[in-house]
T-cell receptor, first 117, second 110 residues
Framework: GAVVSQHPSRVICKSGTSVKIECRSL??????MFWYRQFPKKSLMLMAT?????????EQGVEKDKFLINHASLTLSTLTVTSAHPEDSSFYIC?????????????FGQGTRLTVV | DAKTTQPPSMDCAEGRAANLPCNHS???????VYWYRQIHSQGPQYIIH???NNETNEMASLIITEDRKSSTLILPHATLRDTAVYYC???????????FGKGTRLHILP
């Protein structure tokens, strides 16, 4: 099946710094990628939809200036958590669907565990 | 908001069939039923999807009622590795965003 890769898988950063998370579709092209956040024992919460070549669409309550999303190519989307604080510590997951006549299901990355100290 | 309702947790003995129910009474005619699962500390994994007919693949079977208001995911011979949170999702195909509900935490018991 199609593979979505996230990097890094784990990151620890100091409060006030910024962290970039990459999401790559390894063997397919995706015009749209999705970013989720998941707190312990909770479900995935959609943060934003990342569109190649255009601005991301953020869900209600998600600060676009804090969570910067860039979708520079058909295989790469990045999420930057700016001025991170301990409450931003979470599991961040991206997903993508194959464009065109590809499979209709979504493929998910393995997730990035962010810890802000 | 998620458009599905699932029991919060279920237990199943190893080797037995695990039947996971899902209610989606407000599903529209062009929405599909998708199932994903999430093993602890990993990204979700696609299992199966269907529109009207029952579906089967190497992982599971999906039974959708005739009125499409509910469905059941069947894992025919559950193993310990099937312990996970299972999410039932209704979704249009292609670029429609996926909204997760709370899912069902399935425990496979040895």
């Amino acid at each position: 099946g199609a593979v979505v890769s996230q990097h890094p898988s784990r990151v620890i950063c100091k409060s006030g710094t910024s962290v970039k998370i990459e999401c790559r579709s390894l063997d397919f092209q995706a015009t749209t990628m999705f970013w989720y956040r998941q707190f312990p024992k909770k479900s995935l919460m959609l943060m934003a939809t990342s569109n190649e070549g255009s601005k991301a669409t953020y869900e209600q309550g998600v600060e676009k200036d804090k969570f910067l999303i860039n979708h520079a190519s058909l295989t790469l989307s990045t999420l930057t958590v700016t001025s991170a604080h301990p409450e931003d510590s979470s599991f961040y997951i991206c997903s993508a669907k194959i464009i065109g006549t590809g499979a209709p299901e979504a493929f998910f990355g393995q997730g990035t565990r962010l810890t802000v100290v | 908001d998620a458009k599905t309702t699932q029991p919060p947790s279920m237990d199943c003995a190893e080797g037995r069939a695990a039947n996971l129910p899902c209610n989606h009474s407000t599903i529209s005619g062009n929405e599909y039923v998708y199932w994903y699962r999430q093993i602890h500390s990993q990204g979700p994994q696609y299992i199966i999807h269907g529109l009207k007919n029952n579906e089967t693949n190497e992982m599971a079977s999906l039974i959708i009622t005739e009125d499409r208001k509910s469905s059941t995911l069947i894992l025919p011979h559950a193993t310990l590795r099937d312990t996970a949170v299972y999410y039932c999702i209704v979704n249009l195909n292609r670029d429609d965003k996926i909204i997760f509900g709370k899912g069902t935490r399935l425990h496979i018991l040895p």
